[in-house]
């Protein structure tokens, strides 16, 4: 299986600073149709996973655009330009190009 | 709006099944994937297979090979997870979600949490 590494694992902010959230894969992400299947998603506490990012850099509907992705191959990164205090949760790298699909660890963002 | 409800939670004994339920509204059932994660307490997302609404078509991890099984009713735009043989570690909270890899369709059930106690 794709291994998904993810750092740091705790992320603790300031309100209204930028945060990084890195995203490693053990393999290429770039499926044989030319497209790379890397989502990030948000899980708050006590809530259910949303995805914020499909295909390295979509944002999903109603996702603000203060959250960016970028990258390729096997390194992502997961982008928040200032932090608000509903960003609080654990964000997920998730590969779907590769069988089975798998996720990352979790990056725990708290603030300071 | 789009949501999936999914049935409530459940306590088992080890060795039985658990069926978790999954019902969609707010857009076309058969037009995308049932994925099913699980969630064990305090730890991460973890995928087990999805359906294919519109021809029942099923993909599992191959740790879950033998013991899962995923069906739909489409008359009910409802999907369905069995899990048999529960051990401990199969405590956890199962989500479904109707996932599109290539456009922003993401809804996730609010979750259901099996407990497996003797």
């Known amino acids: 299986d794709v291994v998904m590494t993810q750092s740091p694992l705790s992320l603790p902010v300031t309100l209204g600073q930028p945060a990084s959230i890195s995203c490693r894969s053990s393999?290429?992400?770039?499926?044989?149709?030319?497209?790379?299947?890397l989502n990030w998603f948000q899980q708050r506490p006590g809530q259910s996973p949303r995805r914020l990012i499909y295909?390295?850099?979509n944002r999903d509907s109603g996702v603000p655009d203060r959250f960016s992705g970028s990258g390729s191959a096997t390194d992502f990164t997961l982008k928040i330009s200032r932090v608000e205090a509903e960003d609080v949760g654990v964000y997920y790298c998730?590969?779907?190009?590769?069988?089975?699909?798998?996720f990352g660890q979790g990056t725990k963002v708290e603030i300071k | 709006q789009v949501q999936l409800v999914q049935s409530g939670a459940e306590v088992k004994k080890p060795g039985a099944s658990v069926n978790v339920s999954c019902k969609a509204s707010?857009?076309?059932?058969?037009?995308?994937?049932i994925h099913w994660v699980r969630q064990a307490p305090g730890q991460g997302l973890e995928w087990m297979g999805w359906?294919?609404?519109?021809?029942?078509?099923?993909r599992y991890a191959q740790k879950f090979q033998g013991r899962v099984t995923m069906t739909r009713d489409t008359s009910i735009s409802t999907a369905y997870m069995e899990l048999r043989n529960l051990n401990s570690d199969d405590s956890a909270v199962y989500f479904c979600?109707?996932?599109?890899?290539?456009?922003?369709?993401?809804?996730w059930g609010q979750g259901t949490l099996v407990t497996v106690s003797s």
């Open positions: 979600a109707s996932l599109d890899s290539t456009t922003n369709h993401d809804c």
């Open positions: 707010g857009y076309t059932f058969t037009a995308y994937y």
């Open positions: 359906i294919n609404p519109n021809r029942g078509g099923t």
């Open positions: 393999q290429s992400l770039v499926y044989s149709d030319g497209n790379t299947y």
């Open positions: 295909k390295v850099s």
């Open positions: 998730m590969q779907g190009t590769h069988w089975p699909p798998t």
